[in-house]
């Protein structure tokens, strides 16, 4: 982000949809423990606050001791240089853990929701209720056609549009 995001990957919560439950379907678990480290963005839609990245784009997560997870996205920009953005998430679905907020500048924030996973861990899906952003993470700065065939069918049927994904440049 930078998501959301690889999720996020996300750059900024703050441009995240605000909103209440919607019909957008979660994973059923999460095993947080499985699911922070380093993910590379592979795909997402266009956002404003990634308007600089033009590649490398990766979301780190790990887990804080008061149960919050620290998130740490970066990107490299056209002059070559990177960025950074640090953020917070917390749980906001403690039955599931596929439903997150995050915060990047206090006191917004944003939906960060798991709504593909891979069994192992290699890839995940994150999105929001409005599907207004949407990233495909992997632990791999690539992904193989079948699984990214794979996350494209879940993308489908999670009520988004395949096409408005750019493909993200990694190294």
């Not at 441009?15 to 979660?26: I, K, M, V």
């Not at 207004?132 to 992997?138: C, I, P, T």
């Amino acid at each position: 982000m930078f998501a959301g995001g690889a999720l996020l990957v996300a750059a900024a919560a703050y441009g995240f949809a605000r909103t209440g439950d919607s019909d957008l379907a979660t994973v059923s678990s999460v095993d947080l423990k499985r699911y922070t480290g380093r993910w590379y963005e592979i795909a997402r839609y266009p956002n404003r606050f990634q308007k600089k990245c033009i590649g490398d784009t990766t979301a780190t997560y790990s887990l804080r001791e008061d149960g919050k997870i620290e998130v740490l996205n970066s990107c490299r920009k056209s002059s070559g240089s990177f960025t950074e953005a640090k953020g917070t998430a917390r749980i906001a679905d403690k039955e599931t853990n596929a439903k997150l907020k995050v915060t990047f500048f206090w006191p917004f924030s944003g939906d960060y929701w798991i709504i593909g996973l891979d069994p192992d861990y290699r890839w995940a899906i994150v999105g929001e209720p409005r599907r207004r952003y949407l990233w495909l993470l992997a632990r791999e700065p690539h992904m193989s056609d079948a699984d990214y065939n794979q996350a494209l069918d879940i993308i489908r049927e999670r009520g988004y549009d395949p096409a408005r994904l750019i493909m993200t440049l990694q190294p």
